[in-house]
């Protein structure tokens, strides 16, 4: 079965620091991954996904991510938070039919 | 990008009441749909696939019967909660599978959600 795990409920960071968000992840067979976020009232949108092409994913608004399969890791991070970060992040996993497993979710938080 | 809408946003329903939400895909065909639940401060949990044509598979532990999810066109999928009970309330979400060129591969673009809350 394909699972994700969150390794961090909440973030706080300052803005203009860097963001890290770990996600550690289990499946059976090489996964799709994602991450995906979560701002208040609004649907979530998808903001990188790793589908076995390069292990580094760079994704919009300038976040990245790198698939390490030898920790199953696929950790988001961005170099310099904006206020506009400020939300929630699932990371995710794709397994059979197209479905699509989530992690507990981190709550980011962005100090001015 | 593609867009995904649900309707409507935010409903407040009686205990016994049916409710009806709609998924709809506007600029793009959805041979498939996925239906979530999301609880306050928790992740997403998937209840079931709606698949255009055909009935739509639930997840372990949903009740087929009580969340009835149709899925008429490429573009439409509804789910419907009968006799709503306030444990019903939650916020609803569905995405849609863009179908792509062979080989590719397909999104998933999710739309903004409902709110159901049942007095």
Known sequence: AQSVTQLDSHVSVSEGTPVLLRCNYSSSYSPSLFWYVQHPNKGLQLLLKYTSAATLVKGINGFEAEFKKSETSFHLTKPSAHMSDAAEYFCVVGWTDYKLSFGAGTTVTVRA | ?119
Not at chain 2, 87 to 115: L, W
């Open chain 2, 1 to 119: 990008g593609a867009v995904v809408s649900q309707h409507p946003s935010r409903v407040i329903c009686k205990s016994g009441t049916s409710v009806k939400i709609e998924c709809r895909s506007l600029d793009f065909q959805a041979t498939t749909m996925f239906w979530y639940r999301q609880f306050p401060k928790k992740s997403l949990m998937l209840m079931a696939t709606s698949n255009e044509g055909s009935k739509a598979t639930y997840e372990q532990g949903v009740e087929k019967d009580k969340f009835l999810i149709n899925h008429a066109s490429l573009t439409l999928s509804t789910l419907t909660v009968t006799s709503a009970h306030p444990e019903d309330s939650s916020f609803y979400i569905c995405s849609a599978r863009e179908m792509r060129r062979v080989g590719s591969t397909d999104t998933q673009y999710f739309g903004p959600g409902t709110r159901l809350t049942v007095l």
